[in-house]
């Protein structure tokens, strides 16, 4: 059947549907009834899951009630709006919500490409004079491919799309999901609501895991390797990119707002039913004309309930342990660990050229090194090395030099950061000899976090130790007590940085912060932040403290109620747009629980 | 007030729309002022995405079919293609053809006389007093979903109207035969998505316009409507559609116009330059 035949075909179905719903309305009359059906029920290979293009949501194509293999993946996922924003507001704001002037589809195909299975599922829009085709691709090895298609030109000006796909995540049910991100020490977790740039994960590399059952779905954004077409995205744009994650609320199923590059909704809210919404862009110049076509989108790959994850199935860790001449060693034991070193998977013994590697599923690890008999590492008698690979990935850059001869050190050690995520410096911390049983017992000496709220004990050797974190007063740890005793054993040369402590945010605090971005709203690091109190006459009192944008242009300092004055400082040669200068000052007042996050600044 | 060149002079929205207006024609002589003309010539300017990131030079590796080829794009090196078997969804415009039949029927059977059918979730709204009068006598029926409580909304039918009388949408959840969770929301907080039929609505009183300005293309042009949003992106406090006039689809546009459907008339008109 060609396509065109398939149009018929499905015309044919919807003719089919209208003849139905006459018969409905005959019933009607009659004195019954009857209920239009309006979502249907599909499946491919492990896929099953409802869809429809639903008239009060207007979200597009939504896919409901998804599952791989039988497990749950998704409640729903689909497009609540895309907004259309034109150079210097020329043309528009749009928002584009998909489903109301709907031109073709539901339809679907199956096809093969590069050995992997697929099924394609889509609508066509036509919004204004853009026409815009939203499709779904799902593949039998357990990917789901979210992409959008725009062509067309309401406005002779440049301009960008930004779609918001909403992903209500239920991975093997709604409950124990949390969103992760990849950092530098492996992936950490995010509780709360927030709103942040795609780049505060490296690579992009955001999943979601089920901590009881440990599936995960990854969420990668197009990279120019699989979702090439139209126009790419270079990845140095990908800082546009943005990620939400939301509590589940049914009244924010919905788009609710007008035309905006953020989502609302953020109350910092614990998210018990998680929701992501990944914001993608496609730029568009009027030199490129109406009929060249945009693509950008999300792939979604599930690890665990039989899917592979996508992509390359395995990856590989390796590299080779080495002298100080740079000479290969043979015979070094290495161990595998998982994430946190909370689980020994495997180990190996370097091959007489000093090379190793260990086969593992798409993951974050921790190699350890073991030093021989006489031998260490700069780090001690063991040296380890947190890494991630991606499905395919092969990493053989997680190498070891031997310092024969050298000196070892025995140390525990981490950070006190509080649930903002901010460092807590000037905590105290003891350090107690333990028990048997792990209780404390002989006192041995205290420590304050600096201000990084970093801090490290040298110990004398290999032993079992208790570290009591004590937190200021009137605040507590996430245990709920002003005490956190923390476990653990060392070996001789082990400097272990993993004992660490957070904060809670206590009732009678607040907090401040927000994004600095320059005017095309890119998050801009580095920049330089003081915070005051505030006069009577909202003018600046008492210098409290600083901080400094991160990577996505965040701040934030965790304060007690009251008035602030925040001064941000701009990059040299730069001004900000509010004031005109260099400096701006922003003040805010919160009470007792109240959190901030709209002190903002922009640059020019 | 008609100025007879097509465009109009009009005290407060068109006020918003006069700036828009300068703006653009500042902007649009600005960018021809960056484009040399050899630029202006080749079709290019300097907001152009360098071509690198284009997919003329990515086509051998691109996952997709690509810009000129058929719509919408298909993998590239697909094989064993095959047209799906999913049973097709009903449609949103067949939903709301259905709900209104069905109003119009219960409507007929009570001009005559005839015994009253069961009442839908489509009467029960409309028959509710807080609907009503929220509605006033000019609305539109825009959306309605039949939610069976297997996902995580409410269940019972959920109707969504906007309200020309009063500017607002008007929804609700009709269950055990009557309206719940009834939210009335004003136009400038919130609309629903534009359907087909407001479209075609709009770019009608558009065409009307063109031609009644003496415009000689209006006939042969496609006309498009988009929901119009102010420049700050929030929402109009009216109805208010933006219809673009083009050649075809592909084409970009050569006439435009802003529509209050609420109101019935044309609240700005220009010729694109």
């Known amino acids: ?604 | 007030m008609d100025t007879g060149d097509g465009s109009l002079p009009y005290p407060g929205l068109g006020r918003l729309f006069l700036l828009m207006g300068i703006a653009s024609v500042v902007a649009l002589a600005w960018l021809g002022l960056q484009m040399a003309p050899s630029a202006i010539a080749q079709g290019q300017n300097q907001d152009a995405v360098p071509d690198e990131e284009h997919a003329s030079v990515l086509s051998n590796q691109a996952r997709f079919t690509g810009p000129g080829e058929v719509w919408p794009p298909q993998p590239v090196g697909a094989i064993d293609m095959v047209d799906g078997d999913l049973p097709a969804a009903e449609t949103a415009s067949e939903r709301l053809a259905e709900v209104e039949l069905r109003v119009q029927a219960a409507q007929a059977n009570a001009a005559n006389g005839a015994e009253p059918a069961a009442a839908g979730p489509s009467q029960i709204f409309l028959n509710d007093a807080g609907v009503a009068e929220a509605l006033g006598d000019d609305y539109r029926l825009v959306g309605f979903e039949n939610r069976d409580g297997s996902g995580k909304g409410r269940s019972g039918a959920a109707l969504v109207y906007f309200s020309r009388s009063n500017n607002a949408t008007v929804r609700g959840i009709v269950a055990n035969g009557r309206v719940n969770d009834l939210e009335i929301l004003p136009a400038d907080t919130y609309q629903p998505a534009l359907l087909s039929s407001e479209e075609v609505e709009a770019v009608e009183l558009a065409r009307q316009h063109w031609r009644a300005a003496g415009d000689n293309r209006i006939d042969s042009l496609a006309g498009f409507g988009i929901l119009a949003f102010q420049p700050d992106g929030e929402y109009f406090d009216t109805r208010m559609v933006y219809v673009s006039f083009h050649v075809d689809e592909d084409a970009r546009p050569e006439l435009l116009a802003w529509v209050d459907l609420s109101r019935g008339e044309i609240v700005d008109a220009e010729v694109e330059r």
Not at chain 1, 67 to 95: H, Q, S
Not at chain 1, 157 to 172: E, L, T
Not at chain 1, 319 to 324: A, E, G, K, L, T
Not at chain 1, 426 to 447: E, I, K, P
Request: include cysteine; aromatic fraction near 10%.
């Open chain 1, 1 to 604: 059947m060609n396509r065109s035949e398939s149009k018929m075909s499905r015309l044919g179905v919807r003719l089919g549907t209208i003849v139905v719903a006459v018969a409905a309305l005959a019933s009607v009359v009659v004195g019954t009834t009857p209920s239009p059906a309006s979502a249907a029920s599909g499946s491919f290979g492990p896929w099953a899951f409802d869809y429809s293009v639903d008239s009060t949501y207007f979200d597009g194509l939504s896919l409901t009630d998804v599952t791989l293999n039988g497990t749950k993946m998704f409640e729903r996922i689909g497009v609540p709006a895309m907004t259309v924003y034109y150079d210097n507001n020329v043309c528009g704001p749009y928002v584009d919500r998909l489903g109301g002037t709907l031109q073709d589809g539901p339809f679907s195909s199956t096809f093969t490409q590069d050995g992997v299975r697929w099924m394609s599922l889509g609508i066509t829009d036509r919004i204004g004079s853009y026409i815009i085709t939203q499709m779904y691709y799902f593949g039998e090895n357990g990917e789901l491919d979210l992409h959008m298609f725009s062509k067309g030109m309401q406005c002779n000006i440049r301009h960008d799309h930004y779609p918001f796909w909403r992903m209500d995540f239920d991975v093997a049910g709604s409950a124990d999901d949390v969103l992760e991100r990849r950092t530098s020490n492996g992936y950490v977790s995010e509780s709360r609501e927030f709103s942040r740039s795609a780049t505060a994960a490296i690579d992009h590399d955001w999943r979601v895991r089920d901590t009881q059952t440990g599936d995960y779905i990854s969420i990668q954004f197009d990279d120019g390797s699989f979702d090439v077409g139209g126009v790419v995205i270079p990845e140095t744009q990908y800082v546009n990119n943005q990620v939400f994650a939301r509590q589940f609320r049914s009244s924010e199923i919905e788009w609710v707002g007008g035309a905006s590059r953020t989502l609302g909704g953020d109350n910092d809210e614990l998210m018990t039913d998680l929701v992501v919404y990944y914001n993608g862009f496609m730029p568009h110049t009027p030199a490129e004309g109406p009929d060249l076509w945009h693509s950008t989108g999300v792939r979604l790959g599930v690890n665990g309930a039989g899917g592979g994850g996508g992509g390359g199935g395995e990856a590989t860790i390796g590299d080779r342990v080495s002298n100080q001449a740079d000479q290969g060693v043979g015979g070094v034991d290495i161990d595998l660990f998982s994430e946190g070193r909370s689980n020994w998977l495997d180990y190996t013994t370097t091959a007489s050229d000093g090379s190793y590697s260990f086969t593992v599923d798409p993951g974050c690890y921790v190699i350890t090194f073991i030093a021989p008999a006489g031998d260490s590492f700069s780090s001690g008698t063991y040296a380890n090395t947190p890494v991630c690979v991606s499905a395919g990935e092969t990493n053989t850059t997680i190498d070891a030099q031997l310092l024969s001869g050298a000196g070892t050190t025995t140390s525990i050690g981490d950070a006190v950061t509080t649930t903002a995520g901010a460092a807590a410096p000037g905590v105290q911390v003891d350090l107690f000899s333990a028990t048997a049983d792990g209780g404390r017992d002989g006192y041995l000496r205290s420590t304050q976090t600096d201000s990084q709220g970093r801090y490290s004990f040298p110990v004398g050797g290999a032993g079992c130790y208790v570290v009591t974190f004590v937190a200021p007063q009137g605040q507590t740890f996430t245990n709920g007590s002003q005490w956190l005793n923390r476990y653990r054993c060392v070996q001789n040369g082990e400097q272990a940085t993993d004992v660490d402590a957070v904060l809670a945010v206590a009732d009678g605090s607040a907090r401040i912060g927000d994004r600095v971005t320059d005017r095309n709203g890119n998050a801009v690091a580095g920049v330089g932040t003081d915070l005051f109190t505030a006069n009577g006459d909202g003018s600046r009192g008492s210098y409290l403290r600083s901080d400094a944008t991160d990577g996505s242009g965040f701040y934030g300092y965790d304060v007690g109620a009251g008035c602030y004055v925040v001064t941000f400082i701009a990059p040299s040669g730069r001004t900000f747009v509010d004031s005109g200068t260099p400096w701006l000052n922003r003040s805010s007042c919160v009470v007792a629980g109240e959190v901030d996050n709209a002190v903002d600044a922009v640059l020019n």
